[in-house]
């Protein structure tokens, strides 16, 4: 069965696809399996040239949230890099503990949204000054300051999927960057929101100033990991919010920066990102920019539950996109993608039963199938 092709098949699966220049037809027209995906290794190393779009910066050069998405745009980076670089075996993992946290500094906080966004989300960038390296698909802790009134003890940590690569925004090694929501609470009674019930955590980050003291512990997870073991394999991402963090880290590692790894991927990066608005979406310019630039590589779908309509009149959620796209994400995970969840826990029930109606479509069980997923480690599921 195609479920059970493991990994090396997959592969075998996806060169044969390639010289007998295929199928798969991505919504950009291009054919995913042609020999004219394959990106050249050449480089253009240039100075980056940020756009500088920071408010409340230190003033520090090099960071933004939204820099110009030029092939390969960083001199060739390799020094975070494993040997060989796909090997996880020394992925740092709690390197600082909640018993003693990293002091760190805020280097900027960038509202990232618009005027009709649903909430406030920020693109946060801290300076850990290269002392808590880490992983793409990884977390940070953040220790608010202060105590927590219903413990009389001093806040617990709070988990944020690190939303840059390992090299950090500025290409340094030095910094990392979370995207973070501002959690508010909507009181009914009162008709407005009750700034007394605000989240603690994310109001200090998004509140916070050039050079305010954070702690950080970590970093966390492995579930997040990028399969860059198999480069050949299609990257599948969903997103809810927030959940964009962990595939910003992705789509820099596989587009922006020029590293090995980068050089190697060879497979489909699919992006879906549900939002409420157009104002909400998040990092939309980098990802057409992206877009533009590998339309044979890259290819991303938004689902705007206030703006778009499903095919049945209702809001459009990320499921209903997954189901229009059902049969390609299946193909794909024959052979041999890799599908990440990210966002809000609630997201899970609805593509769960979009993902099984489209098993039933295909005469397939869906209990088996994404058993064999899970067992093949092409499933990665972080929600909060
Ligand atoms: P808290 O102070 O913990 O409050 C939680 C909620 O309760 C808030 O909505 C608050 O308004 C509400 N509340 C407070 N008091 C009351 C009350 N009296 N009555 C009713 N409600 C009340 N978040 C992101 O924004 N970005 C990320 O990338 C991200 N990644 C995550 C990754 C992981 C693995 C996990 C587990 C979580 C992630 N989160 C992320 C969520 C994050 O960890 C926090 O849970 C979130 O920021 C809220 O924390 P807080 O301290 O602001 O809110």
Not at 106 to 115: K, L, N
Not at 147 to 176: E, H, Q, W
Request: charged letters at 20%.
């Amino acid at each position: 069965m195609q479920l059970a092709l493991n990994a090396s098949a997959a592969l075998n699966v996806i060169l044969a696809v390639f010289f007998v220049g295929a199928v798969l037809t991505v919504n950009t027209g291009n054919t995913l399996a042609s020999p004219a995906i394959v990106r050249q290794p050449t480089h253009m190393v240039v100075p980056v040239t940020p756009s500088m779009r920071v408010t409340r910066s230190a003033g520090v050069s090099g960071i933004s949230s939204r820099q110009n998405i030029a092939p390969k745009s960083t001199a060739r980076l390799d020094f975070l890099e494993a040997s060989p670089y796909h090997d996880q075996s020394g992925i740092p993992v709690n390197t600082h503990k909640n018993k003693a946290p990293l002091t760190t500094k805020v280097v900027s906080v960038e509202r990232i949204v618009g005027p009709k966004a649903t909430g406030e989300t920020c693109n946060i960038v801290i300076d850990h000054a290269g002392k808590m390296p880490y992983w793409e698909g990884q977390s940070a802790g953040v220790i608010p300051p202060g105590i927590d009134p219903k413990r009389n003890k001093p806040y617990g940590v709070r988990l944020y999927s690190i939303a840059s690569t390992r090299y950090g925004d500025k290409f340094d090694g030095k910094t990392m960057t979370l995207c973070v929501r501002r959690a508010t609470y909507w009181d009914p009674e009162l008709g407005r929101e009750d700034p007394a019930k605000k989240g603690v955590c994310s109001n200090y980050l998004c509140d916070a100033k050039p050079g305010t003291e954070l702690a950080l512990t970590g970093p966390s997870g492995k579930v997040m990991l990028m399969p860059e073991a198999t480069p050949e394999a299609p990257i599948i991402m969903l997103a809810t919010g927030t959940g964009i963090a962990p595939y910003r880290g992705f789509l820099r590692r596989l587009f922006v920066e020029n590293t090995e790894a980068s050089d190697k991927f060879k497979g489909l990066a699919w992006l879906f990102l549900g939002v409420a608005n157009s104002d909400a979406l998040l990092y939309d310019e980098d990802w057409k920019s992206m877009q533009e630039k590998y339309p044979d590589q890259f290819r991303y779908d938004v689902a705007l539950s206030r703006e778009q309509k499903n095919k049945k009149g209702g809001k459009m959620y990320i499921q209903d996109k997954v189901e229009e796209y059902g049969k390609e994400v299946f193909e794909l995970m024959n052979l041999g993608a890799h599908i990440y969840f990210c966002g809000l826990k609630g997201m899970m029930p609805g593509v769960l039963e979009a993902m099984e109606n489209v098993a039933k479509d295909q005469g397939l069980s869906w209990e088996d199938t994404l058993k064999a997923w899970k067992k093949s480690g092409q499933w990665h599921v972080e929600v909060y």
